[in-house]
């Protein structure tokens, strides 16, 4: 059964630093989507795209956020300078023509 | 009016029981309501899933009940089991385009053997 991967499954980073999530959504799928979790809590939508744009995004999502489609395969997450609040677990979410979203593993996000 | 306001935050029942959990939402163009399951260090697992259209929808032990005017939702596992223990979030969505999901706070479901 295809599935949505992530790497890597953790990071630990300094504060102030860079970091690129990274993602391979189920192949067929044109909808993708990066949501975050902070411990405990609730799964927050961060952005969505489409089409090779991005076609919402929430507040959390400012301008150190970024996220890219750089091949066929790959959905990125980049965080430009990382501040401890953005210790969380980030999921990465794909969707075809249906409105299912599958949900890849995650990755663990640790800002030193 | 953005929010899905689910309860309760914890919940034990013990093995074969039923476990019934709630959730509501303000926003009337949603249409689109998934109930995702998530394991500890996992991503979310979609579960069942209920459009507005039907008041209920049942798939094996899980059963969504639907009630579209007073715009709330329920998840019931019937006959849990210790292996559904896990949190459960309830969402909702917009079907049309790139539509995020909104999502409740979550409910941690533990089922005593």
């Known amino acids: 059964e295809p599935e949505v991967t992530q790497t890597p499954s953790h990071q630990v980073t300094q504060m102030g630093q860079e970091v690129i999530l990274r993602c391979v959504p189920i192949?067929?799928?044109?909808?993708f989507y990066w949501y975050r979790q902070i411990l405990g809590q609730k799964v927050e939508f961060l952005v969505s795209?489409?089409?090779?744009?991005?076609?919402?995004k929430s507040e959390i999502f400012d301008d150190q956020f970024s996220v890219e489609r750089p091949d066929g395969s790959n959905f990125t997450l980049k965080i430009r300078s990382t501040k401890l609040e953005d210790s969380a677990m980030y999921f990465c979410?794909?969707?075809?023509?249906?409105?299912?979203?599958?949900f890849g593993p995650g990755t663990r996000l640790l800002v030193l | 009016q953005q929010q899905v306001k689910q309860s309760p935050q914890s919940l034990i029942v013990q093995k074969g029981g039923i476990s019934i959990i709630n959730c509501a939402y303000e926003n009337t163009a949603f249409d689109y309501f998934p109930w995702y399951q998530q394991f500890p260090g996992k991503g979310p697992a979609l579960l069942i899933a209920i459009r507005p259209d039907v008041s209920e929808k049942k798939e094996g032990r899980f059963t969504i009940s639907f009630n579209k005017s007073a715009k709330q939702f329920s998840l019931h596992i019937m006959d849990s089991q210790p292996g559904d223990s896990a949190t459960y979030f309830c969402?909702?969505?917009?079907?049309?385009?790139?539509?995020?999901?909104?999502f409740g706070q979550g409910t941690r479901l533990t089922i005593n053997p």
């Open positions: 979410a794909s969707s075809g023509s249906s409105e299912t979203q599958y």
């Open positions: 192949s067929n799928h044109l909808y």
């Open positions: 795209f489409y089409n090779n744009e991005i076609s919402e």
């Open positions: 969402a909702a969505s917009m079907i049309q385009g790139a539509q995020k999901l909104v």
